[in-house]
């Protein structure tokens, strides 16, 4: 049975950098075609895909454009887990985040969820 | 971008009535279409994919249909525990994902 483990700080300050990491077990980060997400929700944008890390032959990141220049996902295979790093945050990151198992296109594991808020 | 958009927003439905939510997609999204299900401070839970596979442990009142750009959600029979928002997902621009904007399942 697959699971993910979020971790990470409930609070950052504004202009900082919020960080998550997602703790896989029953599965390998580097499986080929097992796509890895963090997807973020909150009352103003909903449901909101952030970026995604998988492997198949090298590693491959994709990112929303809304987020793009901020963004970066990490997969580290000795932990076998991944990671989120969201730079200069402002009070509209405020969400919750959520990392995720990707497969047949769908997001089929999630994690259990972290409330951010960006907040002095 | 591809955009998702749910309706009706809410329903009020009572014990045992057959629920019905449709999703739209802006172009031709195939069948790469997925469903969730979300209670109050919970993860989604996912329900189906490729539009009318369920994922595992999902009951069979659930069930989903459509191809394209039109989709659909039935629960056949409501049980309590059904009360939730239900959520489309398009696949079609993989690897980015696109959610619709949420279907709430109200009781009547």
């Known amino acids: 049975q697959v699971q993910l483990q979020q971790s990470g700080p409930g609070l950052v300050k504004p202009s900082q950098t919020l960080s998550l990491t997602c703790v896989i077990s029953?599965?390998?980060?580097?499986?080929?075609?097992?796509?890895w997400n963090w997807i973020r929700q909150s009352p103003s944008r909903g449901l909101e895909w952030l970026g995604v890390?998988?492997?198949?032959?090298?590693?491959?990141?994709v990112y929303a454009e809304s987020v793009e220049s901020r963004i970066s996902i990490n997969p580290d295979t000795s932990k076998n887990q991944f990671s989120l790093q969201l730079n200069s945050v402002t009070p509209e990151d405020t969400a919750v985040y959520f990392c995720?198992?990707?497969?047949?296109?769908?997001?089929?594991?999630w994690g259990q969820g972290t409330t951010v808020t960006v907040s002095s | 971008d591809i955009q998702m958009t749910q309706s009706p927003s809410s329903v009020s439905a009572s014990v045992g009535d057959r629920v019905t939510i449709t999703c739209r997609a802006s172009?031709?999204?195939?069948?790469?279409l997925a469903w969730y299900q979300q209670k109050p401070g919970k993860a989604p839970r996912p329900l189906i994919y490729a539009a009318s596979t369920l994922q595992s442990g999902v009951p069979s009142r659930f069930s989903g249909s459509g191809s394209g750009t039109d989709f659909t959600l039935t629960i056949s029979s409501l049980q309590p525990e059904d009360f939730a928002t239900y959520y489309c997902?398009?696949?079609?621009?993989?690897?980015?994902?696109?959610f619709g904007g949420g279907t709430k399942v109200e009781i009547k």
């Open positions: 995720g198992r990707g497969s047949y296109r769908a997001v089929d594991v």
């Open positions: 029953g599965d390998s980060v580097s499986r080929n075609s097992i796509a």
């Open positions: 890390t998988y492997y198949t032959s090298q590693w491959i990141n």
């Open positions: 997902q398009q696949g079609n621009s993989f690897p980015r994902f696109t």
């Open positions: 172009q031709d999204i195939s069948t790469w």
